[in-house]
């Protein structure tokens, strides 16, 4: 006998066709408390909700039932489960677009907070420092942030659409598969009486308990293996689909503890009997409203974000260092540079002749608006290093001193007026060449009236009392009201240097 082309084709697309699978219920007196349990096959309900399918629909018993409105309950619940995970899920979506977006602004503000200790590491730390800082960009760390946030941030959008794509929003309403007539067979009597001690056993094992512990959750996970493979044995198939979701989820929550350490474990698993049973239960109430839901992931991603966000503006400094605060007029209006000294109230912001800044000096546990709304620059009061080169005043092959004064600030006030440190050291620097230019070129022309025009005894001199004679100038250095009033003082005996040129 041979089969048409044409009634081949539309067997197979009647069995691929998903309408055409019928939906299948059997109650079983399986549930908590007594209750009764409407076996089916979920994932295929939620398939079907989900494409908004009309496939027909069985219960079956083994005696009619007066009421048949707990089949209408349980598709009811499913489709108001899959639009709820559906915006849920749409909702986190949204959380991860914000967060991609304000991943940048979070970095930034590490980066800036990272700058701040890293200055204080030798010979790279401020050159490290500035880069981590403001990155070439007017907005602080910005550009530097966006490039290192855009992998993370593209995998958090990408992440999110995937999601979106493997959870469906129904977009039936509650009651669209009642138009489909629900036909009521008499075919579970011989499944449920070869069943019953073992729904019996799986009711008192479930029966008065809000949870269950993972060595009970195990045997329960056993019973429902045998009872998937009764149902089998007597082509229930909802039953079948029943029980093997079932045993999954108790075989799940019944997996040994987990190793924290060598002889410490983590707290076993324990199964919420009512959250496994909830789609086959059509008693059960239905978790928090979505219009609660997901306003409250909103809420709660925008908290972590601006909490991260804000945490990352406190900062601690020593008793030798101070913090310059200058902020940033592009997101911020002028003035609004407030600090907060945590324990101690505001410290508001001071003016200067780079702009409005706040300098807050240490010991203490301070706040202020993290990078990039505020640009942040370390000043160590002591041991700051201004170093000095300039012509060696010698009649011999050319060569330079080199000088390395180091200086402490005992005066933040007038020592800030000079603007940031780099230009404050730079200054500091070129008043100490002036003068000691000015005082060797004196001490060279006394040498050589002294020695009376011998060069050789003039250079030994200068050579070897060269240590002295920068001691001497410090001295009166520090008795000079022009350094003085820089509100530093250098420190003796400076390393110093004669390279030929």
Request: no cysteine.
């Amino acid at each position: 006998m041979r089969t048409e082309p044409s009634s081949m084709a539309s067997m197979t697309a009647e069995r691929d066709d998903p309408a055409a699978i019928p939906l299948d219920y059997v109650p079983i007196p399986a549930g908590p408390h007594g209750s009764v349990l409407i076996a089916h096959d979920r994932h295929r309900l939620r398939q079907v909700a989900g494409r908004v399918l009309i496939p027909a629909r069985t219960l079956w018993v083994d005696a009619r039932p007066d009421d048949t409105s707990a089949v209408d309950r349980i598709e009811a619940k499913a489709v108001r489960e899959l639009r709820r995970s559906g915006r849920h899920v749409r909702a986190r979506l949204w959380v991860h677009v914000i967060a991609a977006v304000g991943l940048p602004f979070l970095v930034a503000a590490l980066l800036g907070l990272m700058s701040v200790p890293i200055r204080n590491v030798p010979a790279v730390g401020a050159s490290v420092a500035d880069f981590l800082g403001s990155a070439g960009g007017s907005l602080g760390g910005l550009p530097l942030a966006v490039l290192i946030s855009l992998l993370p941030s593209g995998w958090l959008i990408r992440r999110a659409r995937g999601r979106v794509a493997a959870h469906p929003l129904a977009r039936g309403a509650e009651g669209a598969l009642r138009v489909a007539d629900l036909q009521v067979r008499e075919g579970a009597g011989p499944f449920l009486a070869a069943a019953d001690g073992l729904l019996a056993d799986i009711g008192s094992l479930m029966g008065g308990r809000a949870r269950v512990d993972g060595q009970r959750a195990l045997r329960l996970a056993t019973r429902f293996d045998r009872l998937k493979q009764l149902a089998a044995h007597y082509n229930q198939d909802a039953v079948q689909a029943f029980a093997a979701d079932m045993a999954a989820q108790f075989r799940r929550a019944g997996r040994p503890p987990r190793r924290l350490i060598p002889g410490l474990y983590a707290r076993r698993n324990s199964a919420h009997i009512a959250t496994i049973t909830s789609p086959y239960d059509p008693a059960s109430r239905s978790r928090v409203p979505t219009f609660v839901t997901v306003p409250a992931i909103l809420l709660l991603g925008a908290l972590a974000a601006v909490v991260t966000f804000l945490a990352a503006g406190v900062f601690r400094l020593s008793a030798d260092d101070a913090l310059i605060l200058l902020q940033n007029e592009a997101v911020v209006f002028p003035g609004s540079a407030g600090v907060l000294s945590l324990g101690k109230g505001f410290d508001q912001p001071e003016e200067s002749g780079v702009g409005t800044l706040s300098v807050v000096q240490g010991p203490g546990l301070f706040w202020s608006w993290p990078q990039p709304v505020t640009d942040r620059r370390l000043i160590n009061l002591t041991d700051r290093a201004a170093p000095v080169t300039l012509i060696f005043p010698t009649e011999a092959e050319p060569e330079d001193l080199v000088v390395q004064f180091q200086y402490d600030v005992t005066d933040l006030t007038a020592y800030i007026r000079l603007g940031v440190p780099e230009f404050a050291d730079q200054f500091v620097a070129a008043i100490l060449q002036e003068g000691l230019t000015q005082l060797l070129a004196s001490w060279r022309d006394s040498l050589v009236t002294e020695h009376e025009g011998n060069s050789a005894a003039v250079n030994e001199e200068l050579r070897s009392g060269m240590d002295d004679f920068l001691n001497r100038f410090v001295d009166i250095a520090n008795a000079n009201e022009r350094l003085t009033g820089l509100g530093i003082i250098l420190k003796p005996r400076p390393d110093f240097s004669i390279q030929r040129t």
